[in-house]
């Protein structure tokens, strides 16, 4: 789903905020969910199937059936970043590997 690190940190969850609102703005409100469903690609990119090592816990995130893109995934990942959220993530899901999102 997301395996990437940041190469260049946001400053403010406030500045976060602004970009992913922007891009929700002009990127993602025209686009319709049924003709994003019928992309195969995106919709394999935004599900992931995680075990954790003792293989008693899985943890499925389907993000598919959501009006949004990579690029969307991307940007709430520099908001969570901004706001904290990775390092809880990390701590809560430890099997998983929460990298930082590129720009």
């Known amino acids: 789903l997301y395996h990437h690190s940041f190469s260049m ?8 905020w602004a970009i992913l609102a922007r891009h929700a703005r002009d990127e993602i409100q025209s ?6 469903c019928q992309d195969n690609d995106r919709v394999s990119s935004l599900v992931t199937v995680r ?14 059936r959501q009006r949004m893109t990579l690029e969307t995934l ?4 520099h908001l969570a970043h901004a706001r904290g959220c990775i390092d809880f993530m990390q701590h809560e899901l430890p099997y998983h590997n929460y990298s930082q999102p590129n720009h």
């Open 9 to 16: 940190p946001i400053a403010t969850a406030s500045q976060a």
């Open 31 to 36: 686009l319709r969910l049924q003709e994003l």
């Open 51 to 64: 075990s954790s090592d003792d293989g008693n816990n899985t943890l499925i995130v389907d993000f598919s």
């Open 74 to 77: 991307n940007h709430l990942l």
